[in-house]
T-cell receptor, first 121, second 112 residues
């Protein structure tokens, strides 16, 4: 079946512009994550949804960043008044479950999309 | 602070030999560890994982070792193949949390 898709793949924005990045998770996946990957670094967690509920937004760097998943499937990450330091690859990942599994606590493999490369000029 | 560290930015190995990628972590609450592989312009793809109740997990050419006392894990690839050339990320998850904490990555190059 189809994997996680993200659009646009590339986005160039002028400083101060608002941008919206879209993520289509694998159908039926309960959990959805957003990560930010700066050049030469590993992905860093931004926020996590279980269905439509945003359970963790501790990684969002400022109140300019906002994410939603209103119907528990597609998600949008919005960045208002973009700054140069927002330039990065934004990765979306989804997983089937929400933590059930071995030993009373499981882990569900996260499947990543190709990312959106955001460049803020 | 960097809770997951991959201290080698790059590694070059001859085809057919063993590749060993290392990862250190500082958070004692981490109880699940994963390795992801990433090609350019693609998202990371899951490779292999290990829970803290084990010290070794093997899947074909890939083996992950976990040393909890040293807070260290390693990924062994035997034999290394040209298609293994990619950036490898170590990641960890704490009990009760869903998010992954990633290392900085190691670029592996397999030379023919």
């Amino acid at each position: 079946g189809a994997g996680v898709s993200q659009s646009p793949r590339y986005k160039v924005a002028k400083r101060g512009q608002d941008v919206a990045l879209r993520c289509d998770p694998i159908s039926g996946h309960v959990s959805l994550f957003w990560y930010q990957q700066a050049l030469g670094q590993g992905p860093e967690f931004l926020t996590y949804f279980q269905n439509e509920a945003q359970l963790d937004k501790s990684g969002l760097p400022s109140d300019r960043f906002f994410a939603e998943r209103p119907e528990g499937s597609v998600s949008t990450l919005k960045i208002q008044r973009t700054q140069q330091e927002d330039s990065a690859v934004y990765l979306c990942a989804s997983s089937l479950g929400a933590g059930q599994g071995y030993g009373g606590r499981g882990f569900n493999e996260q499947f990543f999309g190709p990312g959106t490369r955001l460049t803020v000029l | 602070d960097q809770q997951v560290k991959q201290n080698s930015p790059s590694l070059s190995v001859q085809e057919g030999r063993i590749s060993i990628l290392n990862c250190d972590y500082t958070n004692s609450m981490f109880d699940y560890f994963l390795w992801y592989k990433k090609y350019p312009a693609e998202g990371p793809t899951f490779l292999i994982s290990i829970s803290s109740i084990k010290d070794k997990n093997e899947d074909g050419r890939f083996t992950v070792f976990l040393n909890k006392s040293a807070k260290h894990l390693s990924l062994h690839i035997v034999p290394s193949q040209p298609g293994d050339s990619a950036v490898y990320f170590c990641a960890a998850s704490a009990y009760g949390a869903q998010k992954l904490v990633f290392g900085q990555g190691t670029r592996l190059t397999i030379n023919p």
